[in-house]
């Protein structure tokens, strides 16, 4: 049993999800992103810590990455973090970090950690299936990067959060998606 954050993206909803509601068992395909730097950054009382074993997993060819954690969260892997110390994969627990820049292969057991978010686009593979226990409508500020270009970037510490007790299908200006907390009952038989 697990309880995790998760960040549902504006446009991921808009585009392609169901809106849900506190309460709801839903089913979404999780990723890790392990440098927290989506909208920005500066999520890291979101950040959360799996310890899960590596599958390979294959849609139309492509392989994906997968942490299966015992809670029965599925969430895929990007690319493997670089890391120039090799003794960080070896550690006397038997969990490895995966830091070593390489791909761990199936079996292994790995710690990451990264905001998990729902992507509903691209490959696919085994979905997360939870109930919602509380949902955050998340708002962030933007800036022009330089006056007049009309191109746009997180304001740094802008983002603020309001509970809600449904997640929108349709946001708007400065509304960049919702972080739920979802509880993880175990795996699916």
């Known amino acids: 049993?697990?309880?995790?954050?998760?960040?549902?993206a504006d446009w991921q909803m808009e585009c392609c999800g169901t809106p849900f509601s506190v309460g709801d068992e839903v089913s979404w395909p999780l990723l890790l992103d392990e440098g927290?730097?989506?909208?920005?950054?500066?999520?890291?009382?979101?950040?959360?810590?799996?310890?899960?074993t590596v599958e390979h997993v294959r849609d139309d060819g492509a392989e994906i990455r997968v942490l299966r954690a015992d809670d029965g969260l599925v969430v895929a892997l990007g690319a493997?973090?670089?890391?120039?110390?090799?003794?960080?994969?070896a550690p006397?627990?038997?969990?490895?970090?995966?830091?070593?820049?390489?791909?761990?292969?199936p079996g292994r057991?790995?710690?990451?950690?990264?905001?998990?978010?729902?992507?509903?686009?691209?490959?696919?593979?085994?979905?997360?299936?939870?109930?919602?226990?509380?949902i955050h409508l998340v708002h962030q500020d933007f800036a022009e990067i330089t006056p007049g270009s009309h191109t746009r970037e997180p304001v740094p510490a802008s983002r603020s959060s309001e509970a809600v007790d449904r997640?929108?299908?349709?946001?708007?200006?400065?509304?960049?998606?919702?972080?739920?907390?979802l509880h993880v009952p175990g795996p699916r038989p």
């Open 1 to 8: 049993m697990g309880l995790w954050r998760v960040f549902y």
């Open 36 to 52: 927290g730097e989506t909208l920005g950054g500066g999520w890291s009382g979101e950040i959360g810590e799996i310890t899960a």
């Open 80 to 89: 493997d973090p670089e890391d120039a110390d090799p003794e960080d994969d």
């Open 92 to 105: 006397s627990d038997g969990v490895s970090s995966g830091g070593d820049g390489m791909r761990p292969g």
């Open 109 to 134: 057991r790995v710690t990451r950690s990264g905001l998990l978010t729902v992507e509903r686009h691209g490959a696919r593979w085994p979905e997360t299936t939870g109930t919602v226990r509380t």
């Open 167 to 181: 997640c929108p299908k349709w946001f708007g200006e400065g509304r960049v998606g919702v972080l739920a907390e």
